[in-house]
């Protein structure tokens, strides 16, 4: 069974500072890996993926996350915080299953304070 | 090119009524997902389908049921709803041997 961990409900950061929502995992097999953001009233935006190859996988809006296998975890990170970057993120794991479906971490609630 | 719409935007029940929540994706998209969203408790998976006519049971399917006559199209019913139920549904899609799914903008649903 796979589960993903979002350890912290929220977080703030000064805005220009660099920020990073942190996710950890745990899959049988390779991990395919994701984070969506969530503004006010929407619905879930990509942001960025990691299936294979470079650790370092570069998304949307000058989002990046950084893939580690020992430490089975998948960070995002920014180096320069938004006030537009307040949202709702969700790390996620695909299930390799029929279904292959998202299972999501329970999110992180950032807040970019000016 | 609209993406995945949902309808409704909102919507009432008391306990006992049923609905049913529309998902439409122009993408030509194999396969559709209903998830339902709860505080603290991330995206729950309902029920899901991954071709025309066909679904299956997801994580939490207990007091729904689907369809998928069209490709296009993902229906969600609740025959009988519960204060349970209330939540924030969310429909996705996503192409065969595609990792990126699709997100509609989501049915807040209130039931008393």
């Known amino acids: 069974a796979q589960s993903v961990a979002q350890p912290e409900d929220q977080v703030n950061v000064a805005e220009g500072n660099p920020l990073t929502v942190k996710c950890t995992y745990s899959?049988?097999?390779?991990?395919?890996l994701f984070w969506y953001v969530q503004y006010p009233n929407r619905g879930l935006q990509f942001l960025l993926k990691?299936?294979?190859?470079?650790?370092l996988v570069k998304g949307s809006y000058g989002f990046e996350a950084e893939f580690n296998k020992s430490q089975t975890s998948f960070h995002l990170k920014k180096p320069s915080a938004l006030v537009s970057d307040s949202a709702l993120y969700f790390c996620?794991?695909?299930?390799?299953?029929?279904?292959?479906?998202?299972?999501f971490g329970t999110g992180t609630r950032l807040t970019v304070i000016p | 090119n609209a993406g995945v719409t949902q309808t409704p935007k909102f919507r009432v029940l008391k306990t006992g009524q049923s609905m049913t929540l529309l998902c439409a994706q122009d993408?030509?998209?194999?396969?559709m997902y209903w998830y339902r969203q709860d505080p603290g408790m991330g995206l729950r998976l309902i029920h899901y389908?991954?071709?025309?006519?066909?679904?299956a049971k997801g994580e939490v399917p207990d007091g729904y049921n689907v369809s998928r006559l069209k490709k296009q199209n993902f229906l969600l019913g609740l025959e009988s709803a519960a204060p349970s139920q209330t939540s924030v549904y969310f429909c996705?899609?996503?192409?065969?041997?595609?990792?990126?799914?699709?997100f509609g903008p989501g049915t807040r649903l209130t039931v008393l």
């Open positions: 996705a899609s996503k192409m065969t041997g595609g990792n990126e799914q699709f």
């Open positions: 899959v049988s097999g390779n991990p395919y």
């Open positions: 990691y299936i294979t190859g470079d650790n």
């Open positions: 996620a794991v695909r299930v390799l299953s029929g279904a292959n479906n998202l299972f």
């Open positions: 993408m030509n998209h194999e396969y």
């Open positions: 389908s991954v071709g025309e006519g066909t679904t």
